[in-house]
């Protein structure tokens, strides 16, 4: 495939699934054979915040590691929201507490001590903030909240004033609406392990999980949680102009067969744009952030202000998750 | 009448959609059942007796009894054909079409069961002793030893807790006005409901066999005597004996209560895998006398667990039941396109359930010729020549256009939940073309994801001038169509209401 994820070591056969878009965002599925030995999605469950700032994770996989995707945030109810400042690695049948986690809802107290919690991923604008290695690292549960307030106020159905409750935008009604439309509207095709996601035909985020087993547990957080509230704000802060796909002439005398014939090309076109999208995304730069066992993560910046996580296993890649 | 009333209020089921959870279902049917009922009181209460799910007649007759009629006459508001106690009838008619257990969930709404306020006048105690205990003795055994605890908790609402302790304490003359009149000898249930000894007040009516094996039962779990115990599980319900097993902790095999016990019919299939996994006896399971969206959901687990076993059976009986179907006609050259999509798996609460229902519709609709099947993924069972496509991939609907117009066919069926994603706007620009080059043909949309706002939105449309019709079981496609009219004509739509009422219940 492209040369980014050759840059990257995914060196395997990608393949491209059943182009899907709706409004302005468009979904590439990029399908595949599993990666590595990683704990499956059921292994991995949030288990606590032990003080503000801290997300505990635990893995019941007794053999193998697992990941928690890069930005992952819960919500709930007498707790304080928090997300996660990137990805995280937990080693097999052990618990590991990430001291480094953000708090997403300033005047809120108390902790997660397992009671139901909500999740989702941090909208893309946030994820990009989080990038700074320097403010990823560090350990203060404020350190995103005035990014936080920055997001909400271009929002204009959301009146958060001075707090920074990223639940603010999650729970009012129309944004909520808004963006289980956008979960419905996007599916998880057969072999699915990652995707490339497009505003306007423009990428803004590459994620490939360890199978497809996994991308089916996250892809709704991350299409709704990420994309999807990204897409929101750009289009009320007047960022993301409007456009509409332009789909091919039908003549007027074609027979219904040549009719799909024409539409099966135009989708096929969209699937080879692929190649030349990610050729377009280069890496900056990047460096190890963290090591448990055989994994080692990396902090990777684009050309253009982007980044993100990859994760290998044995010095193989099992994870990638990138914001451009 | 607002335009956001639709038949999608008979049709809730407090559990989530793959878009949309149950608390935003339930407000949104909830603004439908308000508004109805304000706009007017005789044509909410007649819609119930259409096809509709327990909760939503449930929700129903709580909003009925828990607002009383302000009447002089109290014929003011009674259209003619119907009588002054009608509303009380709708509600005991569908009290008795629904299953036993329904039946009591939607009594219990009134005792302030599931999110609901307690309703206490007389036309509500009125409605649950008389549903209660206005049955035969055989019948009214059986309903109190499998819903004792539940019976208990509506006996006390109705009757209060001072009426009850007068009867409980030997007030005849009470039992006979509040609860003889409908089975003068239920007073043995009564003392079986509140744990008391009939034979504290002398001479007992009838007897009443499965109350006797379930105290036998109870004694013998009590003393543990484990034989006495085993001897009596044939004559009680299975949750009973699983229930007194559990409690006295008696050393029994959880496959010796599975499979010697006593089980509905429904109960059989339901409980076919668990009666398996318990290593007891394999039941006979009457395949033929099952819904036909049990038999389906039966199937399909099979299928997903690779278990060849009865899939015959199962698949016969499917055809059976098909078969006998009441249809409903759609004209001639009927072609249906199934979205098979990853989106009609439904939610997790209830997984498959709008592929399951997709299927069902197809059974009921007359004239089918084709049948075109959008994505999915086909899965076979080896032994066996049945293979059956599970909900997977995109939906590219568009396809399924294409195929349908090409066969000629006047009326196209499109069961899907009209998330149209690959890629959006597809489908309107294919069936644009063929509207502007002239093909003739009709499309209905069916959406078998129950949502709120399956109608009234807009996103699940898949064009502008195609309404879709919120059908979330396949018993519901008659209401759906009388929902349609009811926009347009009132009062053409009371009149055939109180028709169907006088068929099904009675006249003035």
Known sequence: ?324 | MSKKIDSGMLQYTPKGAYYEEKDQQFNAVKKMWDGLFEYDRVLFALTSILNGTGFSKGAMAHKLLSNPVVSKTGMELVPDGLDSEFERKVISYNLSNQTMSRAIKNLLMLAGGELHSRVNNSRTRKVILEFLFNRDNKELDSLAINFKSKLAKLVRHALGKQDLFKILNGDMQLFEKKIGKYNTHAFPVICHLFNQNVINFGEVKAYFPNIDCYWGAKAAAHAGDIKEFEKLICKLPWRVAMGFRNSYKLDIDKSKILGDSKMSTKEELTMEAAVKRSGAKSRTVNYKAQDLYDLWKALYFKMANNESENIEKISEAIDARTEKLSKLDFGEGCVVVLDASHSMFGSDERPLHPFLTGLCIIASIENVEDVFIISGKWKEIEGTDKKVVFPANASPLWRGLVDAVATGAKNIIFISDGYENSVKGMFNHVYKHFKDTGHEFNIIHINPVFSAEAKTGTTRTLAEDITPMPVGNYKYLETEFIFNQMLENTEAVKALLVHKYQKLIGGS
């Open chain 1, 1 to 324: 495939m492209a040369s980014l994820l050759e840059t990257l070591g995914f060196i395997k056969t990608l393949g491209v699934g059943e182009v899907q878009s709706d409004d302005e965002m468009t979904v590439i599925p990029l399908v595949g054979e599993s990666l590595g030995n990683i704990a499956s999605p059921e292994a991995m469950k949030f288990k606590r915040t032990t003080s503000y700032g801290s997300m505990q994770y635990n893995n019941t996989d007794k053999h193998y590691p697992g990941i928690v995707p890069a930005n992952m945030m819960v919500r709930g109810k007498d707790a304080q929201d928090h997300a996660m400042s990137g990805s995280g690695v937990v080693l097999a049948a052990s618990d590991k507490l990430f001291k480094n986690a953000c708090c997403v809802e300033s005047s809120q107290g108390g902790y997660f001590s397992g009671q139901n919690v909500t999740e989702d991923i941090l909208p893309v604008g946030l994820r990009k903030v989080l990038l700074d290695k320097n403010l990823r690292q560090r350990t203060s549960y404020d350190k995103l909240w005035g990014s936080i307030r920055t997001w909400l106020s271009g929002l204009r159905k959301v009146n958060s004033g001075t707090r920074a409750h990223l639940r603010d935008f999650f729970d009012e009604p129309n944004y909520k609406e808004a963006l289980e439309n956008f979960a419905a509207a996007f599916e998880p095709v057969d072999g699915q392990i990652g995707a490339l996601i497009l505003f306007n035909g423009i990428p803004v985020g590459l994620e490939i999980m360890p199978s497809a087993e996994h991308w089916a547990a996250y892809w709704k957080w991350l299409i709704r949680g990420c994309y999807g509230s990204q897409l929101i704000k750009l289009k009320e802060s007047g960022e993301l102009p409007r456009s509409t796909m332009i789909l091919p002439e039908i003549p007027e005398d074609v027979s219904p067969e040549q009719l799909k014939v024409i539409m099966t090309q135009f989708i096929d076109n969209i699937k080879m744009s692929i190649a030349p999208l990610l050729e377009s995304i280069q890496v900056a730069s990047q460096d190890r952030i963290d090591s448990s066992g055989q994994m080692i993560t990396e902090l990777i910046r684009t050309e253009g202000g982007g980044g993100g996580d990859v994760i290998t296993q044995n010095s193989k890649p099992v994870y990638l998750s990138l914001v451009l």
